[in-house]
């Protein structure tokens, strides 16, 4: 079957440390997004890519980084400059210039230890 | 600037009961309108869009929604609420045209009492 994974499912940071957040998608999708949900909260959007080698910054991109040199994956690297890093990071696709939905992974949530 | 407004927070029903929970939107145009549900710890899967034509769309798990253009509105809807609806529910826009982004509403946790 089709979809996203993001892994791992739980991640705990250390102060001062980089950690990356895993998403790849079998989908063919050109569209990658990275969110950032708070408890109780929406989603705010961190980076989104349409095309390999190519991303945009969202609303809250301060203190992360993406990197995307395949189709497939589209890892979120959470540096030490983001001081509040503790949230649910959902990862989704699409195709461009479609009618279609988002597909969501299952979300990595991240602890400062 | 678009925007989705879900004016609820939590909406309570009774098992069996009817239930609602609203959205309205701001945008230019036409857009694509979605609905997703979010479980604990989960991501959010789809449960239904509106792309044109009838303005009562059917989706998953026997949910609903109905457009109005007037309004600008796209109100999910399911005629007998299950306690396992119980979720997060967040309604979305999509504008036509290449390359553009989703825009989420805040989001309305829905809690259907046994």
């Known amino acids: 079957d089709g979809g996203i994974t993001q892994s791992p499912k739980y991640l705990f940071r250390k102060e001062g440390q980089n950690v990356t957040l895993s998403c790849e998608q079998n989908?063919?999708?050109?569209?990658m997004y990275w969110y950032r949900q708070d408890p109780g909260q929406g989603l705010r959007l961190i980076y989104y890519?349409?095309?390999?080698?190519?991303?945009q910054k969202g609303d809250i991109a301060e203190g992360y980084s993406v990197s995307r040199e395949k189709k497939e994956s589209f890892p979120l690297t959470v540096t030490s400059a983001q001081k509040n890093p503790t949230a649910f990071y959902l990862c989704?696709?699409?195709?461009?210039?479609?009618?279609?939905?988002?597909?969501f992974g299952d979300g990595t949530r991240l602890s400062i230890l | 600037a678009q925007s989705v407004a879900q004016p609820e927070d939590q909406v309570n029903v009774a098992e069996g009961n009817p239930l609602t929970v609203k959205c309205t939107y701001s945008?230019?145009?036409?857009?694509?309108l979605f609905w997703y549900v979010q479980y604990p710890n989960r991501g959010l899967q789809f449960l239904l869009k509106?792309?044109?034509?009838?303005?009562l769309v059917k989706g998953s798990y026997g949910f609903e929604a109905e457009f109005n253009k007037s309004q600008t509105s796209f109100h999910l809807k399911k005629p007998s609420a299950l306690v396992s609806d119980s979720a997060l529910y967040f309604c979305?826009?999509?504008?036509?045209?290449?390359?553009?982004?989703?825009?989420f509403g805040p989001g309305t946790r829905l809690s259907v009492l046994p």
């Open positions: 989704a696709s699409t195709e461009i210039g479609s009618n279609q939905p988002q597909h």
């Open positions: 989908l063919n999708h050109d569209a």
């Open positions: 890519s349409q095309i390999v080698n190519d991303f």
């Open positions: 945008v230019s145009g036409n857009p694509y």
């Open positions: 509106y792309i044109t034509g009838d303005n």
């Open positions: 979305a826009v999509r504008d036509r045209g290449y390359g553009q982004n989703f825009v």
